[in-house]
């Protein structure tokens, strides 16, 4: 059998292949299948520019691209999801499901959404990091994910998570009320072909605002204006605080362990039993510290980048897509430990993703930003999570309902009785019997 493999780290494909996108692909269009794949992963915005100027999302679509473009017998595609907007991903779960119609496809996924969209069959895996792993037998996917969510595998008799994860069926109180942190007038950011606004908002004392919204509308910019590291062209952010930030992009500069970078940021802090307890077991952190940060994988890199982030002494957090790279569970243990530091130390947190369920576990509200990507962006809110969810999944065309056993969501298919159902009662998210039944 032959195979073609999309890789895991598509950021680095930028340092082994140059040159236009167009004419990589050209290269390998053996099947004659450039245009149809251009229309479906929407390509055309980027394949007269060079590889070297990409994004990550526009090079996770080249590496999708680039691997169905090849003859093969099975395909594997690890995280295909990673830099995408949840627009972006469900296209790529279509698209990689048309493709298993003729073909064996194997995914890697973390985003358990997207995975129960997308599989019909699971694997499971469980074990010890950097120790063991070991293959659970194949599940239908519904069972599969619910399975991992309890933590237990009844046919094995293991269990492998202490705790279940369960999810709420109804949203964070939308009259929760906390001492405003930060006040934003309305603002504006322009560049050279794209213009960003962001409507006027706050920022409250021990909130966790998520931030929603296709790629290239201007969140992650937005972020930087709160951080400092961009000035806003018009408007102004009102009031005094310390910000810690984790950027979207991480690279492994530091010469040193991944202690001596920790003690370098937070101090002495970074050998305390409270630091330890609170972030670096949680994130398993803790075996790390005396590794070299130059051999840290991705998902080590970003945990590191999460611990850093929330060690240092500040009033704001600021946490550019925290879920990337990380599994399943370690994204489920991030957003907790992200909460937990927020509420009992009354900071603010921003939190720019795409993962649902991360956000669903994170957020107690919501910004939403839509516009035209790459020309023009619109930042409103923060907004309750019923009403932040509302807007942002209407924009994208998306219906969630939940899982009978879990509470999970799970993504409608376009145009069922559910999706038409909940569309009109105006519940993407929260939908419950009685809130269809009312309506």
């Not at 473009?69 to 990673?82: G, H, I, N, T």
């Not at 003729?102 to 599989?119: C, N, P």
């Not at 310390?242 to 492994?252: C, F, M, N, R």
């Not at 409103?380 to 807007?391: S, W, Y």
Request: aromatic share 8%.
């Amino acid at each position: 059998l032959t195979t073609a493999i999309k890789p895991q780290y598509v950021d680095k494909l930028s340092k082994v292949y140059s040159g236009k996108v167009r004419d990589l692909l050209r290269k390998i269009d053996h099947q004659g299948k450039l245009a149809e794949l251009t229309t479906s992963l929407e390509l055309g915005s980027f394949l007269d520019r060079d590889i070297g100027q990409l994004s990550g999302g526009e090079l996770q679509r080249l590496a999708i691209a680039a691997t169905m473009l090849k003859d093969a017998d099975v395909y594997f595609f690890d995280e295909p999801s990673s830099y995408l907007d949840i627009y972006q991903r469900l296209q790529v779960a279509k698209v990689i499901q048309s493709l298993s119609k003729e073909k064996y496809v194997v995914v890697v996924e973390h985003d358990l959404a997207v995975l129960d969209f997308l599989a019909d069959t699971v694997f499971l895996m469980y074990g010890e990091e950097g120790a063991y792993g070991i293959i659970a037998q194949p599940r239908p996917v519904r069972t599969a994910i619910n399975v991992y969510l309890g933590g237990y595998l009844k046919e094995e008799n293991i269990r492998f998570r202490e705790r279940e994860i369960r999810f709420d069926v109804r949203p964070p109180r939308a009259d929760w009320k906390a001492e405003t942190l930060v006040a934003f007038d309305e603002l504006t950011k322009r560049y050279e072909g794209f213009e960003l606004v962001v409507h006027p908002g706050h920022l409250r004392k021990g909130e966790v605002v998520g931030v929603v919204g296709p790629n290239a509308t201007g969140k992650t910019t937005f972020v930087k204006m709160l951080a400092g590291e961009e000035a806003p062209t018009s408007g102004a952010v009102q009031g005094k605080w310390q910000v810690s930030y984790k950027p979207q992009y991480l690279e492994a500069v530091y010469e040193g362990t991944v202690g001596d970078l920790l003690r370098s940021a937070v101090g002495k802090k970074a050998d305390s039993g409270h630091f330890e307890t609170e972030i670096l077991q949680p994130l398993k952190v803790k075996g790390m510290m005396e590794r070299d940060v130059s051999t840290l994988s991705g998902g080590e890199l970003q945990r590191v980048a999460i611990a850093l982030c929330l060690g240092r002494d500040a009033d704001i957090y600021l946490l550019d897509e925290p879920s990337a790279y990380l599994d399943s569970n370690q994204r489920m243990e991030a957003a907790r430990t992200i909460r937990r530091v927020m509420e009992r130390e009354a900071r603010t947190g921003l939190i720019v993703d795409h993962d649902v369920y991360f956000l669903d576990m994170v957020s107690d509200s919501l910004m939403v930003f839509s516009g035209e990507p790459g020309r023009r962006g619109v930042g409103e809110g923060p907004f309750p999570m019923r009403e932040g969810m509302n807007r942002f999944l209407k924009m994208v065309g998306i219906t969630f309902r939940r899982d009978a056993d879990t509470n999970r969501p799970r993504i409608n298919k376009l145009d069922s009785r559910l999706d038409r159902e909940q569309k009109s009662a105006g519940e993407y998210y929260y939908a419950t019997e009685e809130t269809l039944e009312a309506s």
